[in-house]
C-alpha cells in the first residue's frame, strides 16, 4: 500500500513568488491535513479535509495560503505571494477516521529568499 | 504557556537502558495523546495513543497518562540504537476539532 505522497520535496523560491505543494493521500482515506513546522518550532495544525469539504482551516495563517481538494483525492497547498516567515516543512497527514492515527507524508521543505 | 511542552533533550541512555520521555500539556479538557517518531528528514510516524488515565504497554513500549497532572510519559525498555529519534508528543482537545497539538519533540539518543 503506498503511503501519503508530497511533492516537492524542495522547494526554493524567491519573496512575492507563487509555490504550489501538492499531497496524494494513503487511498480510500476520507480525512487529509496539512501541517507546518517553521524552524524551532513545533509542528502546527494549518487544516482539514474530510473529502474535498474544509472541515476545519482554523490553523491557516493568513489568505495567502489557499488549500483545495478538488474530487476528495489529492490536495494542493498553494502560497500566493509567499514571504520570508512561510518557510518551513510542510506535511500532509491522511487518516481513514478523525485523528486517531494520522499517516504523515515525507515532508516539503519550503525555503523562501 | 505553550499547549504542549516537551523537554528538546538530547535525552541519551545506554543500550539496554530504560528511556522516559515526558510530555506536559496545558489544556485540562484534552482527551487523546499520542507519541509520534521522528527520524532525521523522515514523517512522523504513530507508536502508541492512549486515552484513559493509566498505563498502556505495546512491546517494548509503555504510555502513561495522568490527567489530574496534566502528565503523559512514553517509556522505551530494553532501547535500542535504532530506537534513536526525535519523539513527539501530541495531543487532540475537546475545542480541537480534530487537530492534533504537538510539541516540540525530545531527541533521544540511545548509545551502544
Known amino acids: 500500500e503506498a503511503g501519503v505522497t508530497q511533492f516537492p520535496s524542495h522547494s526554493v523560491i524567491e519573496k512575492g513568488q507563487t509555490v504550489t505543494l501538492r499531497c496524494d493521500p494513503i487511498?480510500?482515506?476520507?480525512?487529509l491535513y496539512w501541517y507546518r513546522r517553521v524552524m524551532g518550532k513545533e509542528i502546527k495544525f494549518l487544516l482539514h479535509?474530510?473529502?474535498?469539504?474544509?472541515?476545519?482551516e482554523s490553523g491557516m495563517p493568513n489568505n495567502r495560503f489557499l488549500a483545495e481538494r478538488t474530487g476528495g483525492t489529492y490536495s494542493t497547498l498553494k502560497v500566493q505571494p509567499a514571504e520570508l516567515e512561510d518557510s518551513g516543512v510542510y506535511f500532509c497527514?491522511?487518516?481513514?477516521?478523525?485523528?486517531?492515527?494520522?499517516?504523515f507524508g515525507s515532508g516539503t521543505q519550503l525555503s523562501v529568499l | 504557556q505553550k499547549e504542549v511542552e516537551q523537554n528538546s533533550g538530547p535525552l541519551s541512555v545506554p543500550e539496554g537502558a530504560i528511556a522516559s520521555l515526558n510530555c506536559t500539556y496545558s489544556?485540562?479538557?484534552?482527551?487523546?495523546f499520542f507519541w509520534y517518531r521522528q527520524y532525521s528528514g523522515k514523517s512522523p510516524e504513530l507508536i502508541m495513543s492512549?486515552?484513559?488515565?493509566g498505563d498502556k504497554e505495546d512491546g517494548r513500549f509503555t504510555a502513561q497518562l495522568n490527567k489530574a497532572s496534566q502528565y503523559v510519559s512514553l517509556l522505551i525498555r530494553d532501547s535500542q540504537p535504532s530506537d534513536s529519534a526525535t519523539y513527539l508528543c501530541?495531543?487532540?482537545?475537546?475545542?480541537?476539532?480534530?487537530?492534533?497539538?504537538f510539541g516540540k519533540g525530545t531527541s533521544l539518543l540511545v548509545t551502544p
Open positions: 497527514a491522511s487518516s481513514p477516521r478523525g485523528h486517531e492515527k494520522l499517516f
Open positions: 479535509f474530510v473529502k474535498e469539504s474544509k472541515q476545519d
Open positions: 487511498s480510500g482515506h476520507d480525512n
Open positions: 489544556d485540562r479538557v484534552s482527551q487523546s
Open positions: 492512549i486515552y484513559s488515565n
Open positions: 501530541a495531543v487532540n482537545g475537546v475545542n480541537s476539532g480534530y487537530a492534533l497539538n
